[in-house]
């Protein structure tokens, strides 16, 4: 039974749509497209938009790619998480045993590493977390302009919606994030490592794992 549950059929909004590419290997930047759902392509577009609006130094086509690259994977996620139910019974399933991921650490995790490939120069990638080392602890992607405060960003989180993208000012977040720059590096040594941690970690319904292997809860 439990099998069923990380099967995910798409539905008419969800089917992929062709988005913008860019290819640059003078920069070595990102090329590529991205299949963004048509459920999502309004969500995209105002996401582009609130990023574009962080700085005038921010370059449109960056926050647009960034945008349709976010919504392109996690829609990919959230097939491959199977999420069911409430994102704390997700925990429940990941603690037992019963799914690999999900937890919302996890969703920042792969969703900073999709990001990071594009190689953006006028946007910047940081790690936000609220309540940390607590089972409160909740942990997102901010976005700023290049060189700017964290408290400037937006926010992306996706396990609190149950693997649907929620993004908004980090500054006008009913939780305070601050920024964990170290976790930000482990993730990206442990990504350019190709030896991104998949299992589980018995703690309570809520953990967090460094390069070393340490659990953090």
């Not at 960056?62 to 997700?90: H, W």
């Not at 299992?199 to 659990?215: C, L, Y």
Request: charged share 25%; hydrophobic share 35%; glycine share 6%.
């Amino acid at each position: 039974m439990f099998a069923l549950w990380g099967t995910s059929f798409a539905t008419a909004s969800e089917q992929p749509q062709k988005s913008a590419k860019r290819t640059d290997s003078s920069r070595g930047e990102f090329s590529g497209s991205f299949q963004v759902p048509r459920g999502d392509l309004a969500k995209a577009e105002a996401l582009a938009n609130q990023l574009a609006a962080l700085s005038p130094r921010v370059d449109r086509n960056e926050a647009k790619l960034l945008a349709d690259c976010a919504y392109a994977t996690v829609s990919q996620l959230r097939r491959q998480y199977g999420m069911f139910g409430t994102p704390i019974f997700n925990n429940f399933l990941i603690y037992h045993g019963l799914k690999k991921r999900g937890y919302c650490y996890q969703w920042s995790e792969d969703l900073m590493i999709a990001l990071d490939a594009l190689r953006l120069s006028s946007l910047d990638l940081r790690w936000g977390e609220s309540n940390p080392g607590n089972w409160r602890e909740n942990n997102c992607l901010v976005v700023t302009a290049k060189e700017q405060p964290f408290r400037s960003g937006i926010m992306l989180d996706c396990w609190r919606h149950l693997g649907q993208l929620y993004f908004g000012p980090v500054a006008s977040s009913w939780e305070p994030y601050v920024e964990n720059s170290a976790f930000a590096r482990d993730v990206r040594h442990i990504a350019a490592a190709r030896n991104v941690s998949e299992h589980n970690h018995r703690v309570a319904f809520h953990s967090r794992t460094d390069a070393s292997g340490k659990t953090r809860d």
